[in-house]
């Protein structure tokens, strides 16, 4: 059984940074996506960020590109994203998530998630 757990959530002031871990664990695959979404409360997920396993290319959502930084762990199941200039409208409850299309933002292509870690950014 696939399990995703995250971890790093808090308060930070605009400006500052957090670094969120999603650890893996039950899954087989040799080519993977692993993704980043946020949710703010009343509306939809949204993607914003991904890697793949096989070459480690990395995409982003134009409203973090550039201050969020999507890695894999040394262990390869664990994932980081390093959010930096942190901004108010990037506070939501932020979901890693596992798929096989890098490709895609869409929350629907991602079988398998974590239960979110919330993040909070006041001005």
């Known amino acids: 059984q696939v399990q995703l757990v995250e971890s790093g959530g808090g308060s930070v002031q605009a400006g500052g940074s957090l670094r969120l871990s999603c650890g893996a664990s039950?899954?087989?695959?040799?080519?993977?996506?692993m993704a980043w979404f946020r949710q703010a409360p009343g509306k939809e997920r949204d993607w914003v960020a991904s890697t793949y396993s096989r070459t480690g290319n990395a995409y982003y959502a134009d409203s973090v590109k550039g201050r969020f930084t999507i890695s894999q762990g040394d262990a390869k199941n664990t994932q980081y994203l390093q959010m930096n200039s942190l901004k108010p409208e990037d506070t939501a409850m932020y979901y890693c998530?596992?798929?096989?299309?890098?490709?895609?933002?869409?929350?629907?292509?991602?079988?398998?998630w974590g239960q979110g870690t919330q993040v909070t950014v006041s001005s």
């Open positions: 998530a596992l798929g096989t299309y890098c490709r895609s933002s869409r929350a629907a292509d991602f079988g398998y």
């Open positions: 039950g899954y087989t695959y040799a080519r993977y996506c």
